[in-house]
């Protein structure tokens, strides 16, 4: 029988077989890489080619650091010498005198760095520069004190700017190595215009068009020079005055649209020009510029509406704006400048809406706020009558475009305007009281419907794990990233060939000799059939010995034997470390490899991420349409009718949690339904909770056939028995009834197999409180004659329990028997004043303890020390107060000091003891 395997086959295992002995080789190279240079390194250590000088100490500053200081010092000094000269003594001199000092200083300050710069010495001459721009200032300045004094103060500073700007700026393009002058020259540069408009008496609109004109001048200097230090200027410049501009026009935009409209509509041109220049701040800067559009249209619009629209124009524009990233004009824009116009069109919209928040809100919330008494038959009126009916226009309109946007969160957030426009929509038109309640109550039917049944609102989404229609600038990268074939490009190579990603695209069949930008025979991939199955791509690969990129494994035996180099046993130089593991290639003939899949968390389904959108505002609308209808007996009954049905609907027809929280709700509904009832029918607090009865009774039943359902249902039903509780608390027989009634339903639902543990231990616990109460309430002092005759027979039956079953708990077997007469008695001990009950009581608790602890029976142990320390607390608490009240005050904190250190000093002994005890009582049955 021939057991060879198929050419095909044997290929492939010829190939894995390949692949594993290459990263094995490829692992010893790294390993023996490093290794060498483990070795090499102490050798160059120990042998130092020259002798090693002691290191200096170091100082406290660098020389450089000292020498910028000290030029700094001496250029403030001799600026504030200047300035001092210019004020104080210029008039001690003639014109003459005064002509030749300041222009002797300012041309010896100015023509001095040519000469240090000559010499090396830069910062001095950057210094001395300094002092040179400061002297043309006091020029211009002395030259208006004595020659032009006749002159406007802010027209001659408007000049003077341009002129210093101008000179500046020329000084340093002529010394170049300076880096003061041309920043300096561009502050200077953003006064003349300002100043010029408000020499010429120019109010705010023509001081903000010159702030414009000058921050767009600054712009250009930022776009169309080299220079750091002057391109962040003019950038501080245009952000500054732009920015002034922007504000300017949007106030001018309430006071005189107008006049404002055109100044914003000319910020944003500039804005959106220099975010097209400059991608880096394309967003921020296109958020500045829609946000301007904005103001300007809005303004327009503003003023041709009346009051009560003007919200609603700022809206539309802000649509209109964020539209742009679907627009067919869209695609020609850079993708930064589309998303900062979106967003500022998004930012608009939002606030907006914020806007018309408050009749969501009065809608929502607003009978909670109730000032009347229940079925009083008044109805509080909504706060917000005088608020613009535009506010749900708004809100429609926001819904009808996330409507088209064919994306997950857009429809979510329609679902959600469109539950907030249905829940609004009473408070501006002031509906009556009836409209209102079955527009609410319709508003929680139709959000409940979609959360069971969202299909219909999923049309036109995309699927999770799918990638939708790529945008256009999607598209044009993908276009530049793949070539002709769609496949790929590779990365750039350096020197070596070797790319980021792995070698360059191997040579055409034939010989090659290695060499440091050639790869060898194994530095390369060996030629083989196309669609030959090769080795896995995220396989290990380490440097080859001459620190290129080992390959992957053979696909074919032609290629000859993988693995050989030339220079396999030439070890890597020291100096060149390995290169990481895995920066090979892939698939042969190619440069590039496939990035390794990486788990991805999994997207919600878009049905069950709108059915909780609806569902949340399912709810709202229902606690508000039951507190609304509080104001009419009539309408309590109808509203929580309608809830219980819709919420039981959506209990049996939904699914998840959504499923759960509805059968909570309509267990509450239909308590309401019971105590709504019961007040209807004038019956006092204990009837009303002996009623509610009905409602754990009734979950109880329905837990047994509800299974998906059934725990959570059973919950909301146990704490509305306990609201049960409290009502009948005013009168301890209903109390004991309550009680008892309460565990003929525990005990019922414990005949299930799933609820048996805990239900009977509740059932018994039921029946154990309803009859101490019921002794309390006839007034029974001694209650050992009620308790005993309990007592011995369930001990009883719990000895014979044991011994047919000796791993039964002791808690099963004891627990109720001990139970049902130490805990009363404690509770009569407690009040007795006689000596005699707390003492046979505490000789009782003792033997039960001492039984526990002889036999290990954790209930005895646990019920008799309980009760046995109880007991002696209370006949020791008038001695410990004695004691106390005669120690001095000190003392009490000082013993808790103590015993706090012992504790802390004995904390791991402590906690070992506890550990040592929890385990023995664990071990007892």
């Known amino acids: 029988m021939d057991n060879s395997l198929p050419p095909a086959d044997e290929l492939v295992l010829v190939d894995r077989e390949l692949a594993q002995l290459e990263a094995r080789r490829t692992q010893l190279l790294a390993r023996r890489a490093w290794l060498v240079q483990v070795l090499y390194r102490p050798a160059r250590a120990a042998t130092p080619r020259w002798p090693v000088t002691p290191a200096a100490p170091a100082a406290d500053s660098t020389p ?67 002092l040179g721009l400061v002297l043309t200032v006091l020029d211009a300045y002395a030259l208006h004190r004595v020659a032009l004094s006749d002159t406007d103060g802010l ?16 000084y340093g393009s002529a010394l170049p190595r300076l880096r003061v002058p041309l920043p300096a020259g561009v502050v200077a540069a953003q006064l003349p215009l300002p100043l010029g408009v408000l020499a010429a008496g120019g109010g705010a609109t023509a001081f903000a068009w010159a702030a414009l004109v000058t921050a767009a001048a600054d712009g250009a200097v930022v776009l169309w020079t080299r220079p750091l230090p002057v391109r962040i200027t003019a950038g ?25 409209a055109p100044l914003l509509l000319a910020g944003a041109a500039v804005c959106l020009y220099a975010a097209w220049r400059k991608p880096g701040w394309a967003v921020a800067v296109s958020v500045v510029a829609g946000l301007a559009v904005v103001a300007a249209l809005g303004g327009l619009l503003r003023s041709a509406v009346p009051g009560d629209w003007a919200v609603p124009g700022y809206v539309l524009c802000g649509l209109v704006l964020a539209s742009v990233w679907r627009a067919g004009v869209g695609a020609r824009l850079p993708r930064g400048v589309r998303t900062g116009l979106t967003g500022a069109g998004a930012a608009t919209v939002a606030l907006g809406l914020l806007w018309a928040l408050p009749p969501v809100a009065g809608g929502a919330l607003g009978p909670l706020a109730r000032t009347t008494e229940v079925w009083s038959g008044e109805h509080t009126g909504p706060g917000l009558v005088a608020y613009p009916a535009t506010a749900a226009l708004v809100l429609a309109v926001v819904a009808a475009a996330l409507a088209s946007v064919p994306r997950l969160w857009a429809r979510c957030g329609a679902l959600a305007l469109v539950w907030a426009l249905l829940t609004a929509l009473p408070v501006a038109p002031g509906l009556p009281y009836a409209a209102t309640l079955a527009l609410q109550l319709l508003t929680t039917a139709a959000a409940l ?98 620190g290129q990129p080992a390959s992957g494994p053979a696909t074919s035996p032609a290629s000859g034997p993988a693995g050989q180099s030339a220079g396999g046993s030439v070890p890597p130089p020291p100096s060149a470390p390995p290169r990481a593991p895995g920066a090979g290639f892939g698939a042969p003939g190619t440069g590039w490899m496939p990035p390794r899949p990486r788990p991805q968390a999994s997207a919600a389904e878009p049905g069950t991420v709108l059915g909780w959108v609806a569902y949340a505002g399912g709810l709202v609308s229902a606690a508000g349409a039951v507190a609304l209808a509080l104001d009419v007996r009539g309408a309590t009954f109808l509203a929580l009718g309608a ?37 209807a029918a004038g ?33 909301t039903g146990a704490a509305v028995g306990l609201s049960a509780l409290g009502l009948a608390a005013s009168r301890p027989a209903f109390l004991a009834l309550v009680l008892a009634l309460g565990g003929v339903i525990a005990a019922a639902t414990a005949v299930r197999p799933e609820r048996r543990r805990f239900a009977s231990w509740a059932a018994a616990g039921l029946f154990l409180l309803a009859a101490w109460v019921r002794l309390g309430a006839w007034g029974v002092t001694t209650p050992e004659a009620y308790t005993l005759p309990v007592t011995v027979p369930a001990l009883v039956v719990g000895f014979l329990r044991r ?31 006689e000596w005699v009950r707390p003492l046979v009581l505490g000789v009782a608790a003792l033997v039960v303890t001492l039984l526990g602890a002889r036999f290990r029976l954790q209930a005895l142990l646990l019920l008799g020390g309980t009760v046995l320390a109880l007991d002696g607390l209370h006949e020791l608490a008038p001695y410990v107060v004695q004691v106390v009240g005669a120690l001095p005050r000190w003392l009490p904190p000082a013993l808790a000091g103590l015993l706090l250190l012992a504790v802390g000093a004995t904390y791991e002994q402590r906690l070992r003891d506890a550990r040592r005890l929890r385990e023995r009582l664990a071990r007892m049955r």
């Open 64 to 130: 450089r650091s000292a020498q910028n200081v000290l030029l700094t010092l001496g250029g403030t000094l001799l600026t504030i010498a200047a300035v001092a000269f210019t004020l104080v003594s210029w008039g001690s001199m003639g014109i003459g005198g005064r002509a030749a000092v300041l222009c002797a200083v300012t041309g010896a300050a100015l023509s001095a760095p040519v000469v240090l710069l000559r010499r090396g010495l830069v910062s001095t001459g950057e210094s001395v520069a300094v």
């Open 155 to 170: 027209g001659y500073a408007a000049v003077a700017s341009a002129v210093l700007a101008g000179a500046w700026a020329a």
């Open 236 to 260: 501080a410049g245009a952000a500054l005055l732009g920015g002034w501009a922007l504000l300017t026009g949007g106030w001018l935009s309430f006071s005189s649209p107008w006049s404002g």
């Open 449 to 546: 419907w979609i959360a069971v049944r969202p299909a219909p609102l999923t049309r036109g989404l995309p699927r999770p794990g799918t990638t939708p229609a790529a945008s256009p600038d999607a598209r044009t990268t993908a276009a530049r990233t793949t070539g002709p074939t769609n496949r790929p490009a590779t990365a750039a190579t350096g020197p070596s060939g070797v790319s980021a990603t792995g070698p360059a695209e191997p040579p055409t069949s034939g010989p090659s000799a290695p060499g440091p930008s050639a790869p060898g025979p194994a530095d390369r991939p060996a030629s083989g059939p196309v669609g030959t199955p090769v080795a896995d791509p995220s396989a290990p690969s380490a440097p080859g010995p001459a």
């Open 643 to 679: 809830v219980l049905g819709l919420l039981t609907g959506v209990a049996v027809l939904g699914t998840g949690a959504r499923r759960a929280v509805s059968a909570c709700g309509a267990v509450l509904a239909a308590a309401g339904l019971v105590f709504a009832g019961a007040a």
């Open 683 to 715: 019956l006092e607090a204990h009837w009303t909770g002996l009623a509610l009865l009905l409602v754990p009774a009734a979950t109880a039943a329905v837990g047994a056939t509800a299974r998906p359902v059934a725990l959570p249902v059973e919950i």
């Open 803 to 833: 011994r047919r079953d000796p791993e039964a708990s002791s808690w099963t077997a004891y627990g109720p028997g001990l139970a049902v007469t130490l805990l009363p008695s404690l509770g009569a001990a407690w009040t007795d004043p």
